[in-house]
């Protein structure tokens, strides 16, 4: 849950306290499904890129929801968001 807050945070423009947070949860072992929708929010797009794909990488069962989460819908304008949820998806 504190990821949630975490991103809470970072969609209310404190972004100082949401990388704090995000650093915490990182050294904690948060998932990088969980990493990637933080990114999203703080608006590093790319960032929560490779987060998703170490999450295809280290098969966290989080990535079942890549095609179906409004929180990453920020990222997918990248053109690599497709292949990727793709790949999970088949």
Request: charged share 25%.
């Amino acid at each position: 849950m504190e990821s949630n807050l975490v991103r809470c945070l970072a969609l209310s423009g404190r972004s100082s306290d949401a990388e704090a947070g995000l650093e915490r949860l990182r050294a904690s072992g948060l998932g990088a499904y969980r990493v990637a929708t933080v990114e999203v929010a703080l608006g590093h797009i790319e960032r929560a890129m490779e987060a998703l794909e170490r999450g295809v990488a280290e098969r966290d069962p989080w990535m079942i929801w890549i095609g179906v989460d409004p929180m990453l819908d920020p990222a997918r304008v990248v053109p690599e968001f497709a292949p990727l949820a793709r790949s999970i998806l088949g």
